[in-house]
């Protein structure tokens, strides 16, 4: 029987370290890659949408991203979406929660039957404004605008309609690369026309936009 050793071979030894490390190597960056890369489907609007519309076939799709970027809560299959009435305007490309629909119409005229004729519902996203995690639904906060030589509130009363930020799970330790990793939430705020304007014009033109909770007893005042 014809018998190989290392030991036979100058360097034998470090030449099957050497082989190990390479392989355990291409393993883990094989490992890395399929956990960032390996693709996950999502609705999204394919179109805008109007509020209090019964979605149809033609209003939404399913895109693919990486699963690392997919929110736990949103609508994975085209079924989910379908017949359902909006609560909001959805815009185009927009992932869909299941918040922002109901099956009830009467559910979504009801949402609809609080609001004032100067009101209006607009939705950002966490890379145009910054709110504490903690914020809820039916929190009221107010908008500051941070610029390279004033801070200016754009906005003193506006109540979360829906915060799709995921609660943080408590003493858990985030890394920055983490944290950036996270997928890109969404709020809906409910206020005045004029104040959200300001809040728009304001994530264009401001370095930086902020919201902040208000107080039970400026919310109980007002």
């Known amino acids: 029987m014809l018998k190989f050793s ?29 956990s960032v890369y390996q693709p996950a489907q999502v609705v999204v609007a394919a ?32 079924g989910q979406a379908i ?10 490309g927009e992932v869909l929660f299941p918040e ?14 609080t609001m004032k004729p100067d009101e209006t519902l607009i939705t950002l996203k966490s890379s145009q404004v910054n709110w504490p995690d903690i914020l809820r639904d039916g929190d009221f906060v107010s908008a500051l605008a941070v610029y390279p030589d004033k801070v200016e509130e754009v906005a003193t009363h506006a109540r979360v309609v829906h915060n799709s ?35 728009l014009m304001a994530t264009v033109s401001a370095k930086l936009v902020y919201l902040l909770p208000q107080s039970p007893e400026k919310v109980a005042a007002r």
């Open 6 to 34: 290392f030991k036979k071979i100058p360097g034998g030894c470090l030449l099957l370290i050497a082989l190990l490390t390479g392989i355990l190597a291409a393993a883990g960056v094989y490992t890395a890659f399929a």
């Open 47 to 78: 179109r805008n949408v109007e509020p209090l519309k019964k979605i149809g076939p033609g209003d939404v799709k399913v895109i693919t991203i990486s699963k690392r970027d997919l929110h736990p809560r949103a609508l994975t299959q085209l």
């Open 83 to 92: 017949g359902a009435y909006t609560k909001m305007p959805l815009v185009e």
């Open 100 to 113: 922002k629909l109901v099956r009830d119409p009467s559910q979504a005229v009801e949402a609809y039957g």
């Open 165 to 199: 930020k995921p609660l943080p799970i408590l003493g858990e330790l985030q890394s920055a690369r983490e944290a950036e990793a996270r997928p890109t939430s969404e709020i809906t705020l409910l206020l005045n026309r004029e104040e959200a304007k300001k809040i």
